[in-house]
Each structure stands twice: as structure tokens, then as C-alpha cells.
T-cell receptor, first 114, second 114 residues
């Protein structure tokens, strides 16, 4: 059962464009929603994260929008650059005691053309 | 602070063999989680260890096991390797307290089963 659905699978934008990646979740017990960026040959790196009591969070050129009622959240990358070309994963954490298990979306391969 | 380190970085094994992967978390972090990343299944949670105790386990067969030592270093073991076990195995560590949801990934161990 895929608990976090991510779209699109791939995305190509021109430099300066604003790619948007969308995620939807099913489990209402999720209480923390991070986004990870992964370059080839590297592990995922935490980019930005949001909690469900906040509708938007910005860090530099990255913005998360969160819609709790729709159980959806999205990542916007402002003024995208070729160096942003990577695979992006949304994720959600469900708490089980003191455990923290990340449930990942399927990933979006972003290409920013120069 | 040094990041999460994983050894070895690359490994080639044959079917039926067993393998042990190692992970050293960020200094001061007591939780270590393991994930499997494949093109077909994406990123899937294997298990989490905290203070030498397994706190949570994903939906993987018993051939996959792990342990954590008193210095928080962790190992995972896969016995009777199958071709489908070829994957990037990622380790993530997290600290305690308010920032405990932030998980930091290592570069991974690329396992190829022939």
C-alpha cells in the first residue's frame, strides 16, 4: 500500500522556472513531512520540512505548501537553477512510540535546463 | 560534525552468500535507521535501532537483520542473498529532542548480487 503518492515522475523546466512537485498522503497519523534531495551517487539530503499545523514554510528558494484537509503538500522551487537538477522525494513520518519511520514518495526527477 | 558514514561503499556478492554492512551515525546521535533503495520499489524502510534496541521493522523477510552497538554504530546483515537484494542500502541517523524527526542519510552501500 503506497501511503505517500508523488507526482510527477519527471519534470523538465527552464532555468528560472518554478517547478512544483506534489504529494498526497493517506495516513492521518503522519505528523512531520520532510523533502529530500538526492544527487546521483549520494544519499538523500534533507531539504526542508513542515508540520501539519503550518500551511506554508519557506527556506531560501524552497517553499512547502501544506493542505491538511486535502492531505496534500507540495514543493515549489523558485528561480530554479541547473544545479537543482536532482531527484526529489517527499516523505512523511508516522510516530510509533519513539520510533521514526520515514515513508517516502516515489520520487521526481527534476531537470533544469540552462 | 562528521556526517553519517557507511562502509563499504560498493559490494559485489553472489546468490546464496551473506553480507554485512556497517553504519556510523553522526556523533551524539543514538538512532540509526536502514532503508533499501531500488529503481522499482523506491525507498523502503528496513528497521530502526535506538540504544541497541530494534524499535521498528519494515516489511522485509527475516533474511534481513541488524544490530546496534553501545557506541551507536549499526550493522545490517542479509543472509542467503537473492538477485532482488541488489540495491542501494542507506543508513540514516537522528538525534534526540525537538529535532528528533530530522534524519540524516549516509552515502549508502551499493550492493550488487550476481
Amino acid at each position: 500500500q503506497q501511503q505517500v503518492k508523488q507526482s510527477p515522475q519527471s519534470l523538465i523546466v527552464q532555468k528560472g522556472g518554478i517547478p512544483i512537485i506534489n504529494c498526497a498522503y493517506e495516513n492521518t497519523a503522519f505528523d512531520y513531512f520532510p523533502w529530500y534531495q538526492q544527487f546521483p551517487g549520494k544519499g538523500p539530503a534533507l531539504l526542508i520540512a513542515i508540520r501539519p499545523d503550518v500551511s506554508e514554510k519557506k527556506e531560501g528558494r524552497f517553499t512547502i505548501s501544506f493542505n491538511k484537509s486535502a492531505k496534500q503538500f507540495s514543493l515549489h522551487i523558485m528561480d530554479s537553477q541547473p544545479g537543482d537538477s536532482a531527484t526529489y522525494f517527499c516523505a512523511a513520518i508516522s510516530e510509533s512510540g519513539s520510533a521514526r519511520q520515514l515513508t517516502f514518495g516515489s520520487g521526481t526527477q527534476l531537470t533544469v535546463l540552462p | 560534525k562528521a556526517g553519517v558514514t557507511q562502509t563499504p561503499r560498493y559490494l559485489i556478492k553472489t546468490r546464496g552468500q551473506q553480507v554485512t554492512l556497517s553504519c556510523s551515525p553522526i556523533s551524539g546521535h543514538r538512532s540509526v535507521s536502514w532503508y533499501q533503495q531500488t529503481p522499482g520499489q523506491g525507498l523502503q524502510f528496513l528497521f530502526e535501532y535506538f540504544s541497541e534496541t530494534q524499535r521498528n521493522k519494515g516489511n522485509f523477510p527475516g533474511r534481513f537483520s541488524g544490530r546496534q552497538f553501545s557506541n551507536s554504530r549499526s550493522e545490517m546483515n542479509v543472509s542467503t542473498l537473492e538477485l532482488g537484494d541488489s540495491a542501494l542500502y542507506l543508513c540514516a541517523s537522528r538525534g534526540a529532542g525537538l529535532a528528533s524527526n530530522e534524519q540524516f542519510f549516509g552515502p549508502g552501500t551499493r550492493l550488487t548480487v550476481l
